[in-house]
Each structure stands twice: as C-alpha cells, then as structure tokens.
C-alpha cells in the first residue's frame, strides 16, 4: 500500500472510532439531564460527576486521533 492509502485508512478509522467516545458523552449527559429534572436538588453533584465522565470519555477520542497521526 501506498501511504496516502494508509493515511486515507487510519482516518477512516479514527472516524469509526470516534463514534464510540460520541455516543458515551451522549449518554453521560442525557443521565444528567434526567437526574436534574428527577431531583434539581442533586445538580451540583450530579455535574461534578458528569463532568469527570466527559473528560474521561473525551481522554479516548483524543488518544484515538493521537494514534491515528501516530500511525
């Protein structure tokens, strides 16, 4: 293969694997939604730990593209 193949490839794959960390952050931030609307009293909990998850989940799709170029 030549390599603007293989560059073509690792951002077809990082693309791929960027829906994984989108979908989670998704998900995070729904859960927090619905937990503020159930008990508006929790919000100031409930957004520290839903900021620690959107870091974390954000973490892989930032050690995704660091591979992809790496690669």
């Known amino acids: 293969m030549d390599l603007e193949t293989l560059g073509?490839?690792?951002?077809?794959?990082?693309?791929?694997?960027?829906v994984g960390p989108g979908i989670g952050i998704g998900l995070i931030f729904a859960a927090y939604i619905n937990g503020v609307a159930r008990?508006?009293?929790?919000?100031?909990r409930l957004q520290?730990?839903?900021?620690?998850?959107f870091a974390l989940?954000?973490?892989?799709a930032i050690i995704g593209i660091a591979l992809a170029f790496v690669l």
Not at 57 to 60: D, N, P, T, V, Y
Request: hydrophobic share 50%.
């Open 8 to 18: 073509s490839l690792n951002m077809i794959g990082y693309g791929l694997a960027a």
């Open 39 to 44: 008990q508006p009293e929790a919000q100031s």
């Open 48 to 53: 520290s730990i839903a900021i620690l998850g």
């Open 57 to 60: 989940a954000e973490a892989l």
